[in-house]
């Protein structure tokens, strides 16, 4: 009955793959037409099922790489997981340097 219960029962039986630039396909479709038809506008990204957080830094490199001004772009990127334990430690955003390791 209580959610605390119901809350460790999701975050122990959830899965968590992750790391930067899973799915490469998914960065360059969002790198060659995505971002290029948002210049100067506004851009929302949602990353549903953000585990570890890996994914939606990726999706911010690729715009920081790929825009041509991104300070004066109207972008936010939105990451839930429902996960609460990896979603902490994506809010926190800290990697071992092994992780890092094939960051383009």
């Known amino acids: 009955e209580g959610g605390e219960e119901w809350?460790?029962?999701m975050n122990a039986i959830t899965t968590n793959v992750t790391h930067f630039f899973r799915e490469p396909h998914h960065?360059?479709?969002?790198?060659?037409h995505v971002l290029p038809?948002?210049?100067?506008g506004r851009v929302r990204l949602w990353s549903a099922g953000?585990?570890?957080g890996m994914?939606?830094?990726?999706?911010?490199m690729t715009a920081l790489a790929h825009l041509p001004s991104p300070a004066g772009l109207d972008l936010k990127i939105l990451a839930t997981d429902i996960d609460t334990g990896v979603l902490a430690r994506a809010q926190a955003g800290l990697y071992e340097a092994a992780q890092a390791e094939k960051v383009p």
């Open 7 to 9: 809350q460790h029962l």
């Open 27 to 32: 960065f360059d479709h969002l790198a060659r």
């Open 37 to 40: 038809a948002a210049t100067g």
């Open 50 to 52: 953000c585990s570890l």
């Open 55 to 60: 994914e939606p830094y990726s999706m911010a």
